[in-house]
């Protein structure tokens, strides 16, 4: 095992020796999907006062609805309980603080990697950007149209949770 790992597992032993979570299912709890951002100062259950079992967690850059992300979405509304889906992105997010030659540039300034194949997803306008894609789930054929859904921004710096859509 490399060594850059094995914090990881020492760690894992204690988690384990206090882990309580062992039943619960994959079934969400409370019903609810968050979509919101990779970002590690957002603690998205922590956020909106739920624990490990109450919602699902769709997590990838920018919170963006993919199509990955509308795929778990169906999956988690037809078999695993999900009946509402908070789209959450976040303040101070790089993918709206850049376009996307910028940011691919700035990859291939750090990596030597070019990565212009693959779309980042950058918005200029993350409110706009936002309300596309609580849309977007809206649309979606393969989901119900019973399915609520909400989008909100979450302040990195004071942790609010502002409504939006």
Not at 4 to 9: P, R, V
Not at 41 to 62: F, Q
């Amino acid at each position: 095992m490399k060594n850059e790992f094995n914090e990881l597992f020492a760690a894992n032993s204690d988690f384990q020796a206090g882990f309580k979570s062992q039943d619960l299912t994959g079934f969400a709890l409370k019903g609810l999907a968050i979509v919101t951002c990779m970002d590690s100062r957002i603690e998205p259950l922590k956020v909106v006062g739920l624990k490990a079992g109450d919602a699902k967690i769709l997590r990838n850059a920018g919170a963006r609805v993919t199509e990955d992300v509308l795929r778990t979405l169906v999956l988690a509304t037809h078999l695993l309980g999900v009946k509402r889906v908070l789209v959450m992105p976040h303040t101070d997010c790089r993918m709206a603080s850049g376009d996307e030659d910028s940011i691919h540039a700035s990859i291939m300034e750090n990596s030597g990697i070019d990565t212009r194949s693959i779309e980042i997803r950058t918005v200029k306008d993350q409110i706009a950007a936002l309300k596309t894609d609580v849309l977007r789930i809206q649309t979606f054929p393969l989901l119900s149209q019973d399915l609520e859904v909400m989008g909100a921004v979450y302040d990195v710096k004071t942790g609010k949770l502002e409504k939006i859509i």
